[in-house]
């Protein structure tokens, strides 16, 4: 008998808690929607970052960009050593003014660097660089 009395009552209160739930339910799916849309925008902008990685990695101009290390600086200061896709360079008695060309040089390459040893001997610096593409 009660229940008849309250009926719209109970009616308009089940009414709200779904229209609560529809609501929750709608804002979760639209997080999890541009959760998902930036997730997708960002694997889009890391592949787009490969292609480029693996456009200058397989560029057939390395090498030319490589030999020139070998004249950057005068000869009798180059110990050189290329083989295939590997370099193996020991510079001595280097400048500060030489150090700072050759060093912006290697790390402006697409090469993957090995071992890169700077040591300092009484102003003059000796280099051991070794590296592959």
């Known amino acids: 008998m009660m229940f008849k009395r309250y009926q719209n009552e109970l009616i308009v209160a089940f ?3 779904l229209l609560i739930l529809a609501l929750a339910y709608r804002s979760a799916a639209f997080s999890s929607s541009a959760e998902s ?3 997708g925008k960002q694997e889009v902008s890391e592949f787009k970052e490969l292609l ?5 990695w ?3 101009k390395t090498s030319k960009r490589v030999a020139k290390l070998e004249k950057l600086v005068p000869a009798s200061k180059v110990t050189w050593k290329k083989k295939g896709k590997k370099l193996t360079a020991r510079y001595k008695d280097l400048t500060p003014k030489e150090l700072n060309k050759l060093i912006t040089s290697i ?3 697409a090469v993957q660097i090995q071992v890169l040893e700077i040591s300092n001997h009484n102003g003059s610096y000796t280099v ?3 590296c592959k593409w």
């Open 15 to 17: 009414s709200v808690l």
């Open 37 to 39: 849309i930036s997730m």
């Open 52 to 56: 480029v990685f693996k456009k200058r």
């Open 58 to 60: 397989l560029d057939k």
């Open 107 to 109: 790390l402006n390459m």
């Open 128 to 130: 051991e660089f070794k």
